[in-house]
């Protein structure tokens, strides 16, 4: 860059005199001989040139006799003149000492190039303006260059389907490409200076659309205005650059995703309501609870849970049709008629909750429930009959033994248990007796969970023998031995996994366990030893059913053919065709299946001879009195006829006397077990029984 000194600067350094002023003139003309790169010439008081140097005869094809003299307007295309005369320069250089600027400039032969100018105003020691310097520079090519670039830039943007703006220093809107005038449903023209945080939707206002330190890796949601008011859901990127003059400008790209945004707002709706009544769904309300029970007023977050009355009568006698009907009125009921803020919701068939994260707003607990259970109970009329409905309502508030919303419903839970054996259309509140119940239940749940986990259960077998007294096979039966109440049966602990949805996890656990145990069992008679298991949570219906199995079979290295899974009769029945597919899938396998507690259900014989099982299981209570009359004897035949008829081995269980076995073996029952022949011992014990042997009862 060139530097030239006027006479003020000469003589606030102190060289003011004549000869030194002369000395600045002889500099300014050695310079301007010497650069060529550059124009140099001076101009007097009129604007007229007064000198020209190589560089300017060279870039304005002027030779000095030429152009000394002339005016500088030579040099300026016409229509330059007309808007800004070059007066205008020399009035702001001699106003502040310099001017520069660019613009078109005319050569000799009429040629135009775009030129750099800067110029000076040359004054004498009396302060008085002597004339001007001008020093001009040919930026043609440069200019076309940022032309082209510019150019590129400005194809760039109209290719690109994502929105993009540049932003000004103070955020306005400078350009934009037509992807985001389409996007904004606006022409440039009504863009252009528009503040960056105008062009954001009311919804989307709490943060600046430009940040102070823009990321270029994540994108962030930001919410556009359309010109009609709709909100255009949008992934924003932001970059900060510098133009040449040294001014900060921003690069915004605005990627549409409204659709995207739509679809998942679907989705999540989808997920989080019920589709029949538009309410909450459960994961909706652990949701919601989880986050009232988190906040600073836990303890006034109430819950009300809602059961119908005899909703399964309403059901079977007038059709799932009409179920659903119910339904539906019923939660338009709650709908209307909550109090503000309670959030109603439907958890599965007739049970509803009620959500409320201040109850003292809506005059405690107990007004509330009898407030609900009010809507409840009506007169809806279903297939041109009345029906009068009722619900049981049970409330509970966090009281602090709760953790979780999960807990608080649980709560609500067991008081509409207790509210329904009171009668029809009862209320119920949890108080602490029944809090410290549950509390004791989701104890043992957490005690049970870390013991399956841990690999704490033990497993007890209680032999099968066939006619002769000859151990067959052997039944797997779990067993805890709680560190506080010791050795603890079934009947009391999986009423705990059952509520804590533990069953599957602990089926997958004895099966595994009573596999590994019965690989290792010796022959009996030269024959191996079947090992039964029951299902109660792993099912023909689950995903994974046949690879868990197979899967515990491979592990433990046993022959398929010893496996017998037992389920219960009423698990059977009208069993879809994927769950049968598995069963058949492991019975080709070697794998049996029983049917337990047989004759508890409702099976008809025209769906107990498509069942897909090797051995039918006789109840024990058909066995309990035998000898004592005739009609279980005779449903003891049925079950032995009907088992061979199938094709089935039939089992008796519960045996305890002779007497009962000596019948039993009358009427054909394949195999027997019972406490007659042995009660279920550990592992260790069951070894030692094969191994020696159990002789029969004389």
Not at 192 to 217: G, K, S, W
Request: aromatic share 6%.
């Amino acid at each position: 860059m060139i530097n030239l000194r006027t006479s003020d600067e000469l003589t606030r350094s102190g060289h003011a005199g004549p000869s030194h002023l002369r000395t600045q003139e002889v500099g300014l003309d050695l310079l301007a001989t010497a650069i060529n790169e550059y124009a140099i010439f001076m101009l007097d008081l009129d604007g007229r040139v007064a000198s020209w140097n190589p560089g300017a005869e060279r870039l304005k094809g002027y030779r000095s006799d030429e152009i000394i003299g002339q005016h500088i307007s030579v040099f300026y295309p016409p229509e330059l003149l007309a808007e800004n005369p070059p007066e205008w320069e020399l009035e702001h250089a001699a106003r502040t000492g310099y001017h520069q600027g660019e613009g078109w400039r005319v050569r000799k032969d009429g040629s135009r190039f775009w030129a750099h100018v800067v110029t000076a105003a040359l004054r004498s020691s009396d302060g008085s303006l002597r004339g001007y310097a001008k020093v001009i520079r040919d930026d043609t090519e440069p200019r076309a260059r940022l032309e082209r670039s510019s150019e590129r830039f400005t194809n760039l943007m109209g290719l690109t389907p994502v929105g993009i703006a540049l932003f000004d220093e103070s955020h306005r809107l400078a350009r934009a490409n037509d992807a985001l005038c389409d996007l904004l449903g606006a022409g440039i023209s009504e863009l252009h200076d528009t503040r960056a945080d105008d062009l954001l939707h009311p919804q989307d206002r709490l943060e600046p659309m430009i940040p102070r330190a823009p990321i270029l890796d994540a994108p962030t949601h930001r919410v556009l205005k359309r010109t009609d008011s709709q909100p255009v859901h949008c992934d924003l990127r932001c970059t900060a650059a510098v133009q040449d003059d040294g001014r900060l400008f921003w690069l915004v790209a605005f990627q549409d995703i409204t659709e995207r945004h739509q679809r998942a707002e679907e989705l999540h709706y989808q997920a989080t309501h019920d589709s029949l009544t538009g309410l909450f769904n459960r994961r909706a309300v652990k949701e919601l609870l989880n986050e009232l029970v988190r906040g600073p007023r836990a303890d006034r977050v109430g819950v009300l849970f809602c059961d119908i009355d005899n909703f399964k009568r309403i059901n079977d006698s007038l059709g799932h049709d009409a179920g659903d009907e119910l339904v539906a009125t019923l939660a338009r009921r709650l709908q209307g008629g909550v109090p503000a803020g309670c959030t109603p919701a439907r958890l599965s068939g007739d049970e509803f909750v009620v959500v409320c994260p201040d109850v003292e707003a809506v005059g405690g607990l107990e007004t509330l429930a009898e407030t609900v259970s009010g809507l409840l109970r009506t007169v809806v009329r279903l297939q041109s009959q009345q029906v009068q409905v009722s619900a049981a309502v049970g409330g509970a508030v966090l009281d602090g033994a709760g953790a979780y919303g999960e807990d608080l419903l649980r709560f609500a839970d067991a008081a509409m248990y207790r509210a329904k054996r009171r009668g029809p259309g009862r209320v119920a509140l949890a108080d602490p007796g029944l809090a410290e119940s549950i509390n004791r239940q989701l104890r043992l749940e957490g005690e049970l969970r870390d013991t399956i986990d841990n690999d704490g259960l033990v497993l007890h077998y209680q032999p099968v023998v066939d006619a002769a007294g000859t151990v067959v096979s052997a039944e797997a039966l779990v067993r805890w031995m709680h560190p506080e109440y010791g050795l603890l049966p079934p009947d009391v602990f999986l009423p705990v996994a059952e509520q804590g949805g533990l069953m599957r996890d602990l089926d997958r656990w004895v099966l595994r366990t009573a596999l590994r145990h019965a690989s290792a069992w010796p022959d009996v008679g030269g024959r191996p030893v079947g090992i039964a298991v029951n299902l109660a949570g792993l099912l023909p219906d689950d995903h994974g059913f046949t690879s868990e199995v197979t899967d515990a079979i491979a592990e433990s290295g046993i022959d398929p053919n010893r496996v017998v899974l037992e389920l219960v009769e009423t698990v059977l029945v009208d069993l879809p065709p994927q769950p049968r597919r598995a069963m058949l899938d492991l019975v080709e396998r070697g794998v049996r299946f029983a049917v337990d507690d047989f004759g508890t259900g409702y099976s008809s014989l025209a769906r107990i001879k498509d069942l897909p099982a090797q051995i039918i299981k006789a109840d024990r209570s058909f066995v309990a009195d035998l000898g004592v009359g005739s009609r279980d004897l005779a449903v003891a035949q049925a079950v032995a006829d009907l088992a061979r008829a199938l094709g089935c081995e039939s089992v008796a269980e519960g045996i305890e006397t002779a007497e009962q076995f000596d019948l039993l073996r009358d009427v054909g029952i394949d195999v027997y077990q019972g406490f007659l022949f042995a009660r279920p011992v550990p592992e260790a014990e069951l070894t030692t029984l094969l191994v020696n042997g159990r002789p029969l009862p004389s």
